[in-house]
Structures are given as C-alpha cells and as structure tokens.
Antibody
Framework: QVQLQESGPGLVKPSQTLSLTCTVS??????????WSWVRQPAGKGLEWIGH???????NYNPSLKSRVTISVDTSKNQFSLNVTSVTAADTAVYYC???????????????????????WGKGTTVTVSS | SSELTQDPAVSVALGQTVRITCQGD??????ASWYQQKPGQAPVLVIY???QRPSGIPDRFSGSSSGNTASLTITGAQAEDEADYYC??????????FGGGTKLTVL
C-alpha cells in the first residue's frame, strides 16, 4: 500500500527558507486522480492545510500562506516538495504530507460531483524555526 | 477562506454514544471528512463521503450531514477512541479547510 515519508532539516533560521520533501512509496505518484497535500500542526494546536499539487503541476494554496509557499512535484523521483520562505517562529510545527483523494458521488446533467478526503498520511516531521 | 467550527472538548461515558459536530458554510456544498489524532501520531481518516469508513475503522464510527452541519457519531465509545477529532472539507472548490478540533474524553 502507498506510504508517505517526510524529510528535511529539523531546524531553520528565521528569515530563511524551510524546505521539505515527501517521498511516495508503494505506488506511483502519478497514478489515480490524486492531489498531494502538505498540512502542518504547531505544538498543542490544530491542523492547518498548507496547499496541494496535482501531478500535472497544478497547485492550490491556503490564502493565508500563499505569498510564501511553493509546492512542486518530481514524478521521476516519486516525490513532492514544500518550500516556505521568510520563516518566523510561527512556522514552527510538525509538517505532514498527505494523499488527497476523491471518489465520485454522483453525476447529472450539470457534471460530476465528488467527495474528497486525505486517506494516506506521513508520520510527520518537526521543524523548529530558531536562531 | 471559509471556516469550520468544532466544540473544543466533548466527553462520553464508556460504552455510550457521542456526537461531534462541525459547522461551516462549505458543508452546504461538500461532504466533510473526519480524522482521529492520538498524541504524537499522525491523523487517521475515520469517515468520508456520506458515511464511508476506510478499511480497518470500526463500524461504531458513522457520519451524517444536514445543512451547514456535519456530525461524527461514535456508538458505544471505547477507551481507545479518546483522541482529538478534526473535520475537513473543500473550500471554494479547490482549497481545503480544517476545523479547530474536538478533544474527546472517554470517562
């Protein structure tokens, strides 16, 4: 079955760029109609969706982070990556990668209607922003 | 972007039924998905779509939706169900949004 593994530096200095990679194993990142997401969670707080990417390169980002975030994909390596620029202590969190799936609910004359869910998650990696 | 609102904490007696709710305008257009998170662990999908459970999730977990409110129901809560629960749904068709989470205590 598909598994995800985050990797990258655990410590980043303020104002620098946080870079993480998620490696997909047990299946091809290009198979199926999946987006690939990044989610983060500051200590003691809730989950925050950062953004996602389709294997075509199409991306969508959380509006609150959009100006600092870039997500990219390398299908040859079965990986997708996250860059967050100009980090501050507020970016300190556990970062998760997740598979963003959809299933057809129904179709009518107006089109196709899906439901969406994140069905595979990595174990998470802790990133601390500190000098 | 839209918001999803959850009660911060809910408690249930062992073996009883508990409902965890999630409110938001996006839920009028999209189904919620629900995630269980235990301390130090990654979230786990427990409910998606109308009330579908991934393989391995006990059938005591179910979901429902009405108007702008989605609900996760645990019928016969077990000690191992004590966890944080998060709802999630699409926002504006392309983005995702999470609720603030509900801490479930099993007494």
């Amino acid at each position: 079955q598909v598994q995800l593994q985050e990797s990258g530096p655990g410590l980043v200095k303020p104002s620098q760029t946080l870079s993480l990679t998620c490696t997909v194993s047990g299946g091809s990142i290009s198979s199926g109609s999946h987006y690939w997401s990044w989610v983060r969670q500051p200590a003691g707080k809730g989950l925050e969706w950062i953004g996602h990417i389709y294997t075509s390169g199409l991306t969508n980002y959380n509006p609150s982070l959009k100006s600092r975030v870039t997500i990219s994909v390398d299908t040859s390596k079965n990986q997708f990556s996250l860059n967050v620029t100009s980090v501050t202590a507020a970016d300190t969190a556990v970062y998760y990668c997740a598979r963003d799936s959809r299933s057809l609910d129904y179709a009518d004359s107006s089109g196709y209607y899906y439901y969406y869910y994140m069905d595979v998650w990595g174990k998470g990696t802790t990133v601390t922003v500190s000098s | 972007s839209s918001e999803l609102t959850q009660d911060p904490a809910v408690s249930v007696a062992l073996g009883q039924t508990v409902r965890i709710t999630c409110q938001g305008d996006s839920l009028r257009s999209y189904y919620a998905s629900w995630y269980q998170q235990k301390p130090g662990q990654a979230p786990v999908l427990v409910i998606y779509g109308k009330s579908q459970r991934p393989s391995g999730i006990p059938d005591r977990f179910s979901g429902s939706s009405s108007g702008n409110t989605a609900s996760l129901t645990i019928t016969g809560a077990q000690a191992e169900d004590e966890a944080d629960y998060y709802c999630n749904c699409r926002d504006r068709g392309v983005d995702q949004v999470f609720g603030g989470g509900t801490k479930l205590t099993v007494l």
